[in-house]
């Protein structure tokens, strides 16, 4: 039975890569695997009838005689629907009745992967060699549908489930898909987990270098024990690196060049016990995805934006130079400050600077801002200036706004050009204008462009940059929040501790990182969510007396 179950998860491996590159379109590497997995077939049919296991071979002889009928018709969807839907749960039927049968204790890979180790890698191969079961805490191992091995690992935060436990080789492939490109020469994966999405992306390589870093020993323990990783530690190009220490992360990410690409196995960074280097791991995970996701409409944003001639922001150098910035955001505290506002409204020397979530609120609360900021390049957020799109308000926006945003909008607009885009850069740079730093989200954009203007003072109104009570923004623009066992705790400016989100803490510390060192600008938070480490905690009016 255990070699049967072997050929199964083979079968089940050549299957999903077969629908893989089907669904791609890309027939000639489809049908290459299709072929390879009618040939394991029959190989699975042959062993199974000699040790007794008819049931199998006849539950799956009818779905083989559709299978080698529409690859002799040429039909490659129907082919990869017939894998997908019908050879695949049988295969996974199959392989559950062949391990309810077995002795269920896994196979061990240890001897066979660690010395293949001891060959290409003996710093690593001592450090496994020497290493001990770890009772920090729980390690749960089972079984995919699939048959492969699967990995559970407790945490703080709750049970982290390192691979899918279905198909981790389907979820494998996809990742693998996903992350290489022809762009690279080099790729850094943060995150071993039990290897799957190595040994994809390994596959689809040609001659490149592939560095894997891993933080938790137990979990590489444990993957070259109960993985057959031949395929991984066989390849010269693919190097897995043991970071014992958090620092040694930095060292790697310091490497990253132009042609060297990072990526993240989400579910590793999951389970790293040190809150610092997860978070900001978590952090550099959503600026990634963030760029991977937008980056084509952020281009097509970029070229409408510039034919429309605006001024650019550094033009309002006069207007903020030496003057008191408001910035008001849309947190759940600024309800509590809609009075002063309106009280130091067209107030001299002073600016209100408000974030588009928040415009229309304060308008209709009677508080007309000097500027409204947006900076969202998705079409969705022209909700923020619908009914108020020609009240007269500057607009300032980047250069990679929907452009359908600034189409629409009546008013007098201002340009800005950020850092970390390339189009931006090289504008700004034939412009002679200004990069201005965005930190992510339109607050934090706000406030580096209120430090490079030159205001003398800027007051942080509703930049609560967590959640105080049950809301997550001003009423009016906020909702409730519910799932509060993904939330991170952190400080609040009362002293007690207050739930953030993952995004909302990385805001909060680009903007210490970005006030650190600043000079000749008195910085103020009269907001009520997250302590800011560098800002002073006053109310408005008292911000506005010193």
């Given at each position: ?7 199964v ?8 890569e ?30 199974a ?5 008819q049931?199998?071979?006849?539950l ?20 990869a629907?017939?894998y ?17 049968n077995?002795?269920?204790?896994p196979?061990?890979y ?8 001891e ?24 079984w ?13 935060r709750?049970?982290?489930?390192l ?9 494998a ?6 992350n ?41 323990r ?16 693919v ?19 132009d ?31 963030s ?20 001024k ?7 207007e903020?130079s030496?003057k ?27 600016k ?25 390049g ?95 923004h ?14 991170r705790?952190?400080e ?7 739930s953030t ?15 650190q ?16 480490h ?6 408005i ?6």
């Amino acid at each position: 039975m255990e070699a049967l179950l072997e050929q199964v998860m083979e079968l089940i491996h050549a299957v999903t890569e077969t629908v893989f590159y089907f669904r791609r379109q890309n027939y000639a590497k489809g049908y290459q695997h299709s072929k390879r997995a009618i040939k394991l077939g029959e190989e699975y049919f042959e062993q199974a009838v000699q040790v007794g296991f008819q049931d199998s071979v006849e539950l799956l002889l009818p779905i083989w005689k559709l299978l080698l009928e529409a690859t002799q018709a040429g039909d490659e969807v129907q082919l990869a629907d017939l894998y997908e839907q019908q050879l695949l749960g049988a295969l996974y039927e199959i392989q559950n009745c062949l391990l309810e049968n077995s002795s269920g204790e896994p196979k061990s890979y240890w001897e066979s992967n660690m010395a293949l180790l001891e060959k290409k890698d003996g710093t690593l191969y001592q450090v496994l060699k020497n290493a001990k079961e770890s009772h920090d805490r729980e390690y749960a191992f089972s079984w995919a549908m699939t048959g492969d091995a699967l990995l559970r690992v407790a945490t703080d935060r709750g049970n982290v489930q390192l691979h899918s436990s279905v198909n981790p080789w389907q979820e494998a492939l996809c990742f693998a898909g996903e992350n290489v490109t022809a762009a690279c020469s080099e790729y850094l994966v943060i995150g071993f987990g039990l290897g799957y999405h190595i040994e994809t992306m390994s596959k689809m390589l040609s001659c490149r270098k592939l560095t894997v870093i891993e933080h938790d020993l137990e979990q590489l323990r444990i993957a070259f024990m109960y993985r057959d990783l031949s395929g991984i530690l066989s390849e010269e190009k693919v190097t897995v690196v043991y970071c014992k220490e958090a620092a040694d992360y930095g060292k790697w990410l310091s490497r990253i060049k132009d042609d060297m690409a990072c990526v993240l196995w989400y579910p590793s960074i999951k389970t790293i016990a040190e809150d610092k280097l997860r978070e900001s791991l978590e952090n550099y995970w959503v600026s990634s995805q963030s760029i991977k996701n937008l980056g084509a409409l952020l281009e097509d944003n970029f070229a409408k934006n510039i034919k429309k001639n605006d001024k650019n922001v550094d033009t309002l150098g006069t207007e903020f130079s030496g003057k008191t910035m408001v910035l008001v955001a849309a947190g759940p505290s600024l309800d509590n400050n809609i009075g002063q506002l309106k009280e130091i409204q067209a107030k001299e020397g002073v600016k209100i600077v408000c974030v588009g979530k928040a415009a229309k609120k304060l308008i209709g609360q009677g508080v007309r801002p000097d500027y409204l900021v947006m900076i969202d390049g998705l079409e969705r957020t022209k909700w923020q200036i619908d009914g108020i799109e020609d009240t007269g308000i500057p607009l300032i926006y980047l250069s990679t706004v929907a452009s359908t945003v600034v189409e629409r909008y009546k008013g007098e607009r201002y340009i800005a050009f950020q850092e970390d885009f390339d189009l931006a850069e090289e504008m700004a740079k034939e412009q002679g204008n200004c990069l201005y730093q965005t930190g992510g989200s339109v607050a934090t954009f706000a406030l580096d462009m209120g430090i490079r203007l030159g205001c003398s003072k800027i007051i942080c109104v509703g930049l609560d940059l967590g959640y105080p009570g049950e809301r997550s923004h001003a009423a009016g623009v906020d909702r409730k929040v519910v799932d509060t066992k993904s939330l991170r705790r952190v400080e609040g400016v009362d002293g007690k501790m207050i739930s953030t989100s993952r995004t909302l803490d990385m805001y909060r510390k680009w903007i210490e990182n970005r006030i650190q060192n600043v000079s000749g600008v008195t910085l103020m938070n009269a907001s009520s969510g997250a302590r800011i480490h560098g800002m002073q905690e006053k109310s408005i009016a008292e911000s506005l007396a010193e």
